[in-house]
Structure formats: structure tokens, C-alpha cells
């Protein structure tokens, strides 16, 4: 079993940061990718931003230049610092471990930018 454990989020204006982080557990051994979506009310599930594990990082042209991903192997765990952030960024954010092409995902975690 996999467990995917988010933690992070909150509410804060527009123009703010906020980090998240995930930690995966159990039978993992090396995920392929870690990485970040986003689900906006009345809105499809979407990236945001994954990282492979040799560190290679794909972003969502919408946070790129505002929204980090960084990867501790050793530690299982993904990171997203995210500044400068919209109200369009609202949502909720789901943590997502890739391992043998299985995806595993955590509960999410509510992200709310207001103005």
C-alpha cells in the first residue's frame, strides 16, 4: 500500500505565497514522478507542476516564473512553493506519486486566494 499525505494550503491574498508539501509512505520505493494538481470549483483536475526523479520539473504555463517544485528523494517528499499568487489559482491541490505508472493521490488540500 501507498499512502499520500498532503499538508500545507490555507487562504491568503492575492500577491502572497504559500507552500505545500507531500510525503509518500509504504511500499515505495522510487516513485517516477512527484508532483502537484489543481482542481478550481466547476473545473477539470489540472496540472500544475511535476518532477521527475532524476529532478527534471514540468510546469503549468499559467505558475510558471511564480510556483517552485523541488523533490527530496530520500525523504519521499515534493514540495510547492507558490508565490505571487492570483485568485485564479484557487483550489483544491492534490499531491501525486507516480510509481510503476500506477498513480496514487492524496486527499487534497484547500488553496483559497482572495483579493
Known amino acids: 500500500q501507498v499512502q499520500v499525505v498532503e499538508s500545507g494550503g490555507g487562504s491568503v491574498q492575492a500577491g502572497g505565497s504559500l507552500g505545500l508539501s507531500c510525503a509518500a509512505s509504504?511500499?515505495?520505493?522510487?516513485?517516477?514522478?512527484m508532483g502537484w494538481y489543481r482542481q478550481a470549483p466547476g473545473k477539470q483536475r489540472e496540472l500544475v507542476a511535476v518532477m521527475t526523479s532524476g529532478s527534471t520539473a514540468n510546469y503549468a504555463d499559467s505558475v510558471k516564473g511564480r510556483f517552485t517544485i523541488s523533490r527530496d528523494n530520500a525523504k519521499k517528499t515534493v514540495y510547492l512553493q507558490m508565490s505571487s499568487l492570483k485568485r485564479e489559482d484557487t483550489g483544491v491541490y492534490y499531491c501525486?506519486?507516480?510509481?510503476?505508472?500506477?498513480?496514487?493521490w492524496g486527499q487534497g488540500t484547500q488553496v483559497t486566494v482572495s483579493s
Open positions: 501525486n506519486v507516480n510509481l510503476f505508472y500506477k498513480d496514487y
Open positions: 509504504g511500499n515505495v520505493l522510487s516513485p517516477n514522478t
